[in-house]
């Protein structure tokens, strides 16, 4: 069912864009129904997955390979799909009336949120680490078509691109160590691998390398910026992506692997820095937005941070802290965006010092965000303060392992300070929002259509009931906890009243310290603005892009000069470097027989040998040197009919024949053209000094490279020829010459091959020689070009015949 | 007597050198020439496969001595065929350039020119 469902996605956005056209923005009714359908389904299996027996499919791939697509819903898959399938629907049916009839590509735009919420739904759902990966990359590449969404504006692009090379180019050192951890447990199946984690020396690399992916995609610090930046996307794609969902994929796959890998060295270092460096970088950023969406952007940020840390504890409180925490940063998260989305749909601004009167004009608007801001800031009888009661638990001193009394504290101490920060910008946001401020002038603005605001009050409620019943969330995450290999089952659940209790007093302070907070709120804008900035990989990140662009640059400029001849240089330089150094290196380390110290090795075998040689070897550096064209076109002659020597020795007579036609065609055409060219070559563009010496060294090492290859690889020749049998097929066919045999008879189709490449030849030639006399008719046209080339046009396929005719030894050859 | 004489290796060496010498010039006839040479040089060297010299692949002479594999002459053959076509080809086109700017040279790609020309890279601020 989970692949159908998947499908499901697929097939209603490929339906979208035409339906936009008709329906408008309700297209996003229509989009909603797989994701209502999904939250549906996985609702049915609830029972199940409570009961510790998760929902699977398995689809058979390549199964001789070892290539099985196993997807399984368990209690962790099903908190992400009450995201991204629950809050998704409502999201999409907020866009519905969020959007204008007017906005541009909304057909585009509503395929590919489905499209993502498909992929995420593969994410998530899927038992495969590279499955998990491909998906991994497409909800990537969703968002950068998402974030890109109003293509037209250059910060949009811009954000794109830099959220997709953070994203994928960290995802792609993920993969290098799924491989790692893949290869390691000789398994890809993440169930397996949680359950029996591979050892060995490169486990602690590949878990650094995974951990680098889930980071970047999780937005912590120092890779965050790209996710404030990623806010110029509409309003629903922030919300549905970039705080409800996508985000959260990192997170996700921390938590996935934390039961299996919280052992290995540097898990718990990193996951407890990088988090903890988060949570409190992206509050502190918070604290000084003015932009309501860049202040949520940078509390996601913050929030995700804590996740990160919740969720790479690996015990079973933190299984239950890490699902109550997703859900509730979900909800409220989700809500909030919304409500600035709506406040930035009506009013027209969301810049929270020009906003007034908001909560007046609209208070169950301002209702909602309360509720959710409440939340946010960990206030009771809400989600977030039975979520963060559960997760102060997490690391009290000797709740976990591996922690020491002085490390938890450290640690609790730094979640207490990132929570007083973020009451401090949960409360600046509503305040901000949604109070009546007196130096500032009230906006004129429709209030907002009950639908319109639906969605945000649904979600507000999911803020709320859960906190005042948190059974209702409690079984799920005792479901998730059970599934943690340490073998002590936890003895907590999620509840407002715990008793007097360590997590209560620091929940008591942290709401103390965030009110004076906010009452000195102008004080501490203050101290920020004097506090220098906090480092982030911006800087590095576009030190990088603008390397990369300025080396392609530096690399086309050297190599791609547009000059024919120093490409061929470079491909030169490259065969003598490459293959040319490894033949060197293998003739060194004698890992190649070397052909001269055995065999029948001698000089020639008769001297006529020898003589011909000379005659090709002399006259083609004769044709080399010289600056006239006729006598390099000579020298060349010498150079063939010496070849036709060579071949006559070598007992070929077939060879020589042909060639001695062949090279006198060639010549008499040669002649033909260069009787209307100059008498020299043109100096004017030739080589001196030292390029030319380096050129003619290249040339010539190039030459002894490949008599040298020649050499070894006709003595390392061990196999007899292929021609053997061809004796007595011959008998056969008829034919007492055998190279006859083969070009006519044996090997007829490459015949056939050689023949077209000669009309193709001859076609083309004639037609250069057409278009000549048709345009060229006064400058070279005359009757001797005319008349040469159409000879040439007209010889060659004669020639192809003859050249085999010739070979056929006998009576009709050449005649 | 798989080997081949050493003076036909240099040979081949000689003419591969020659060959690629010519080619990486300006003028385009002397690059059709090239080509030429480049033709005689895998012409040898396939025919070098076979090792020494031989007797002719002709049924009845095959008497006394060794008889030559006929399987690179087939393919020689073909090859020489074909350079030949390639050069005529190449030769007609020299031709037509040497009609249009009364050289034979090759020019520069402007295109690739400009590209390196680029003085910044354009989306990095």
């Known amino acids: 069912m989970l692949p159908a469902l998947i499908a499901l996605h697929v097939a209603v956005a490929v339906v979208l864009p035409p339906l936009a056209v008709r329906l408008g923005p309700r297209v996003f009714l229509v989009a909603a129904v797989p994701l209502l359908a999904t939250a549906g389904w996985a609702l049915l299996q609830l029972p199940g997955i409570l009961d510790g027996r998760p929902a699977t499919a398995s689809v058979p791939w390549a199964p001789e390979l070892g290539l099985v697509l196993d997807f399984r819903l368990d209690a962790l898959a099903l908190t992400m799909v009450a995201l991204i399938s629950g809050i998704g629907s409502l999201i999409f049916v907020y866009a519905a009336w969020y959007f204008s009839a007017s906005e541009r590509a909304l057909g585009r735009l509503a395929a590919m949120m489905v499209l993502f919420s498909a992929s995420m739904l593969g994410v998530v759902v899927t038992d495969n680490l590279l499955a998990l990966y491909v998906f991994w990359e497409l909800t990537t590449v969703c968002s950068f078509v998402l974030i890109g969404h109003s293509d037209h504006r250059e910060n949009s692009r811009r954000a794109a691109i830099q959220a997709l090379i953070t994203t994928a180019g960290f995802g792609l050192l993920m993969l290098i160590g799924f491989l790692l951890l893949g290869q390691a447990a000789g398994t890809y199946r993440i169930s397996e691998l949680v359950a029996d984690p591979p050892t060995g020396p490169l486990v602690p690399l590949a878990v650094v390398l995974v951990l680098a992916g889930a980071f970047a995609k999780s937005a912590q610090v120092p890779l965050h910026y790209w996710l404030p930046a990623a806010m110029v996307a509409p309003t629903p794609v922030s919300a549905y992506l970039h705080a409800a969902t996508m985000v959260k994929g990192g997170v996700y796959l921390v938590a996935r692997l934390?039961?299996?890998?919280?052992?290995?060295?540097?898990?718990?270092?990193?996951?407890?820095?990088?988090?903890?460096?988060?949570?409190?970088?992206?509050?502190?950023?918070?604290?000084?937005?003015?932009?309501?969406?860049?202040?949520?952007?940078?509390?996601?940020?913050?929030?995700?941070?804590?996740?990160?840390?919740?969720?790479?504890?690996?015990?079973?409180?933190?299984?239950?802290?890490?699902?109550?925490?997703?859900?509730?940063?979900?909800?409220?998260?989700?809500?909030?965006?919304?409500?600035?989305?709506?406040?930035?749909?009506?009013?027209?601004?969301?810049?929270?010092?020009?906003?007034s009167g908001v909560g007046r004009r609209m208070p169950v608007l301002a209702t909602a965000a309360a509720v959710a801001a409440g939340s946010m800031a960990g206030l009771p009888p809400l989600l977030g303060f039975v979520a963060k009661e559960a997760d102060f638990e997490v690391y009290l001193p000797g709740h976990h392992p591996a922690l020491s009394v002085a490390g938890s504290s450290a640690v609790l101490l730094v979640l207490a300070l990132g929570s007083v920060l973020t009451f401090g910008y949960s409360a600046r946001l509503w305040w901000g929002s949604f109070t009546t401020k007196a130096e500032v002038a009230e906006r004129r603005y429709p209030s907002a259509g009950p639908a319109f605001l639906a969605p945000v009050v649904l979600l507000a409620a999911a803020c709320l009931l859960p906190g005042l019943a948190p059974s209702l969330v409690d079984p799920l995450a005792q479901a998730h906890a059970a599934t943690m290999p340490h073998a002590a089952a936890p003895d907590y659940h999620l509840a407002l009243w715990h008793g007097f209790s360590l997590p209560l007093l620091l929940s008591v302070a942290v709401t103390a310290a965030g009110l004076v907070l906010f009452a000195n709120?102008?004080?501490?804008?203050?101290?920020?603005?004097?506090?220098?900035?906090?480092?982030?990989?911006?800087?590095?990140?576009?030190?990088?892009?603008?390397?990369?662009?300025?080396?392609?640059?530096?690399?086309?400029?050297?190599?791609?000069?547009?000059?024919?001849?120093?490409?061929?240089?470079?491909?030169?330089?490259?065969?003598?470097?490459?293959?040319?150094?490894?033949?060197?290196?293998?003739?060194?380390?004698?890992?190649?027989?070397?052909?001269?110290?055995?065999?029948?090795?001698?000089?020639?075998?008769?001297?006529?040998?020898?003589?011909?040689?000379?005659?090709?070897?002399?006259?083609?550096?004769?044709?080399?040197?010289?600056?006239?064209?006729?006598?390099?076109?000579?020298?060349?002659?010498?150079?063939?009919?010496?070849?036709?020597?060579?071949?006559?020795?070598?007992?070929?007579?077939?060879?020589?024949?042909?060639?001695?036609?062949?090279?006198?065609?060639?010549?008499?055409?040669?002649?033909?053209?260069?009787?209307?060219?100059?008498?020299?070559?043109?100096?004017?563009?030739?080589?001196?000094?030292?390029?030319?010496?380096?050129?003619?060294?290249?040339?010539?090492?190039?030459?002894?490279?490949?008599?040298?290859?020649?050499?070894?690889?006709?003595?390392?020749?061990?196999?007899?020829?292929?021609?053997?049998?061809?004796?007595?097929?011959?008998?056969?066919?008829?034919?007492?010459?055998?190279?006859?045999?083969?070009?006519?008879?044996?090997?007829?189709?490459?015949?056939?091959?050689?023949?077209?490449?000669?009309?193709?030849?001859?076609?083309?030639?004639?037609?250069?020689?057409?278009?000549?006399?048709r345009t060229g008719g006064e400058n070279g046209g005359d009757e001797g070009n005319g008349a040469a080339k159409p000879v040439m046009a007209r010889n060659e396929p004669v020639i192809g015949r003859e050249g085999h005719e010739t070979s056929t030894g006998g009576g009709h050859g050449s005649g | 007597m798989n080997t081949p004489a050493l003076v036909l290796v240099i040979t081949v060496g000689v003419l591969y050198g020659t060959g690629f010498y010519l080619l990486v010039q300006r003028s385009l006839m002397r690059v059709v020439l090239g080509i030429l040479l480049?033709?005689?040089?895998?012409?040898?060297?396939?025919?070098?496969?076979?090792?020494?010299?031989?007797?002719?692949?002709?049924?009845?002479?095959?008497?006394?001595?060794?008889?030559?594999?006929?399987?690179p002459h087939a393919m020689i053959l073909t090859a020489i065929v074909i350079t030949f076509g390639v050069t005529t080809f190449l030769l007609a086109l020299a031709y037509r350039v040497w009609l249009g700017d009364e050289n034979d040279e090759v020019p520069d790609d402007i295109e690739d020119r400009r590209i390196g020309a680029l003085a910044e890279p354009e989306d990095s601020a």
Request: charged share 15%; with cysteine; net charge positive.
């Open chain 1, 258 to 355: 934390a039961p299996g890998f919280a052992d290995t060295g540097p898990w718990l270092p990193l996951v407890l820095s990088f988090g903890l460096a988060t949570m409190v970088v992206g509050a502190w950023r918070a604290m000084r937005q003015d932009d309501g969406k860049l202040l949520l952007a940078y509390g996601t940020v913050s929030q995700l941070g804590f996740l990160t840390v919740l969720a790479g504890a690996g015990t079973p409180i933190s299984g239950i802290a890490v699902v109550a925490m997703l859900l509730a940063h979900g909800f409220f998260k989700s809500t909030l965006f919304l409500a600035v989305g709506v406040i930035d749909h009506q009013v027209g601004t969301r810049t929270m010092s020009r906003l």
């Open chain 1, 521 to 773: 709120r102008e004080r501490f804008y203050r101290l920020q603005s004097a506090a220098p900035r906090w480092p982030d990989a911006e800087v590095a990140y576009h030190l990088f892009v603008h390397a990369v662009y300025s080396t392609a640059l530096g690399v086309t400029r050297r190599l791609q000069t547009g000059s024919l001849p120093l490409y061929l240089t470079v491909i030169l330089g490259t065969l003598l470097v490459v293959p040319g150094g490894w033949f060197v290196w293998s003739l060194a380390s004698s890992g190649l027989h070397v052909p001269m110290s055995g065999g029948d090795w001698r000089l020639w075998d008769t001297p006529v040998q020898l003589v011909l040689a000379l005659v090709v070897g002399v006259s083609a550096i004769a044709a080399v040197r010289e600056e006239r064209r006729f006598p390099a076109l000579l020298l060349l002659g010498a150079t063939g009919f010496g070849m036709c020597g060579i071949f006559v020795v070598h007992g070929a007579p077939d060879l020589a024949l042909t060639l001695i036609l062949v090279e006198t065609l060639t010549m008499i055409i040669l002649i033909f053209v260069l009787r209307r060219l100059p008498a020299r070559f043109a100096s004017g563009a030739r080589r001196v000094g030292w390029p030319r010496r380096l050129t003619a060294v290249v040339c010539a090492l190039a030459g002894i490279f490949v008599a040298g290859v020649l050499a070894a690889s006709t003595y390392a020749r061990s196999l007899p020829p292929a021609s053997v049998g061809y004796w007595e097929e011959a008998e056969h066919a008829g034919s007492a010459n055998l190279v006859n045999l083969i070009l006519a008879d044996f090997r007829a189709m490459d015949t056939i091959g050689e023949i077209t490449v000669l009309v193709t030849a001859a076609v083309a030639v004639a037609s250069l020689v057409v278009a000549n006399r």
């Open chain 2, 38 to 71: 480049l033709g005689h040089g895998s012409n040898l060297a396939l025919l070098l496969t076979d090792g020494g010299a031989a007797l002719p692949p002709l049924l009845g002479d095959a008497g006394e001595g060794r008889i030559a594999d006929p399987l």
